[in-house]
């Protein structure tokens, strides 16, 4: 899979970019690849760490709404952007 | 908590709302997401304090808000980017009932 505007595969990552994928993978470990919509992130590598911190924050950690509700809220957004009105 | 109906995510994943089975305070809130999402300038006072009145705490309110902002926010990142697989993201996808503390 590539985008429009480039990303940085993790084959050819280097530098700060391969250490935040090392993280993540390190983080994640049933997931043998980088989402694309993190790869979007990859030109800057801070933004890519902050994103997934920020994401996964708001999602996976303890909060007011339940983790199901989350996700449900999640889906029904991508379901609206993705419907032509 | 009701027990998760598989069925609510193929719904939601069509922005079939009146077809989920749900409750029906978990509907009003995904009206509020729609809103948000599709005009969020449309937001009004009544809708919140309805929310608050079927039982939604501030609180939840604003994660909710910033959870649907958060996903306009990857939409349009990955559409703008051009990603064709729409599981882009790296949200597994719900299996049913509620996750175990992870």
Known sequence: MMARIRW??????GGEIADAYSAWKAANPGR????????????RPD???????FSER??????????????????YVSALNQCPY | MQEPDPS?????????LDGAPFPE?????????????RHAYRVTDEQVES?????????????????????????????????????YFASPPPRGGEPSGE
């Open chain 1, 8 to 13: 940085i595969p993790e084959d050819e990552a």
């Open chain 1, 32 to 43: 043998p690849k980088i989402p694309g919509i993190l790869k979007c992130f990859s030109l």
């Open chain 2, 51 to 87: 929310l608050r009145q079927v039982g939604w705490a501030d609180e939840q309110l604003a994660e909710c808000v910033y959870i649907a902002a958060l996903f306009a926010f990857f939409n349009r990142v990955a559409d703008a980017f051009g990603l064709a697989d729409p599981n």
């Open chain 2, 8 to 16: 609510v995510h193929d719904h939601l994943s069509r922005a079939d």
């Open chain 1, 58 to 75: 708001l999602q996976f950690s303890e909060g007011h709404l339940t983790r199901r509700q989350k996700e449900m809220i999640a889906t």
């Open chain 2, 25 to 37: 305070a978990e509907r009003a809130l995904l009206r509020f997401v729609e809103t948000i999402t």
């Open chain 1, 47 to 53: 933004f890519f760490r902050d994103v997934v911190g």
